[in-house]
């Protein structure tokens, strides 16, 4: 159930990693794991740094499948997640409906706004979608479509060294 000052977050790519949407958003719990349906993973989100980051791309198609983790996060933090998730700068806050194995789910995502279509990850940002991925136990088949996903190297060694820090053991 969700408290009367928290709302629910829906994560479909790098958010999906719980150490590092913790790390900015305290108080941020995992909930359920859900789909969009008629929604497809796309790298086409142009960053600020030149790559692709995710986006949940409306197609329409009822085939089509955007697995996540559904979050509760305290609404004090929201301001925060706007400001992690991006939004006014190529991302925009939106109301989804998740299916879960419970039920559907109003939860709030953010959905890209600024797209190139054959942009690339680099390859932390890969590795913390498919770590999110694969800690939540999505499909198996969804999580090898991330992981073939091309990806590129960072040129700043030192943004990279710093986004996988949040997985070194203490």
């Given at each position: 159930m969700l408290a009367d000052n928290e709302f629910f977050y829906f994560?479909?790519?790098?958010?999906m990693s719980t150490r590092r949407l913790v790390a900015g958003l305290p108080s941020a719990r995992v909930v359920a794991t859900g789909f969009l349906i008629g929604y497809k993973l796309a790298f086409d989100k142009v960053s600020?740094?030149?790559?692709?980051?995710?986006?949940?791309?409306?197609?329409?198609?009822?085939?089509?499948?955007v697995y996540g983790v559904i979050?509760?996060?305290?609404?004090?933090?929201?301001?925060a997640l706007d400001r992690y998730e991006g939004a006014g700068h190529g991302y925009?806050?939106?109301?989804?409906r998740v299916e879960t194995a419970g039920g559907e789910?109003?939860?709030?995502?953010?959905?890209?706004?600024?797209?190139?279509?054959?942009?690339?990850?680099y390859d932390w940002y890969k590795h913390h979608?498919?770590?999110?991925?694969?800690?939540?136990?999505l499909p198996?088949?969804?999580?090898?479509?991330?992981?073939?996903?091309v990806s590129t190297v960072d040129p700043l060694p030192t943004r990279s060294e710093k986004e996988l820090r949040a997985y070194l053991t203490v």
């Open positions: 994560a479909y790519g790098s958010n600020k740094d030149g790559s692709g980051k995710c986006d949940c791309e409306h197609t329409g198609n009822g085939g089509d499948r979050f509760s996060v305290a609404s004090s933090e929201r301001p925009e806050p939106s109301n989804v789910m109003d939860s709030l995502t953010y959905v890209a706004t600024d797209k190139q279509p054959g942009l690339r990850p979608v498919v770590v999110g991925a694969r800690e939540a136990n198996e088949e969804y999580v090898r479509g991330i992981e073939s996903v």
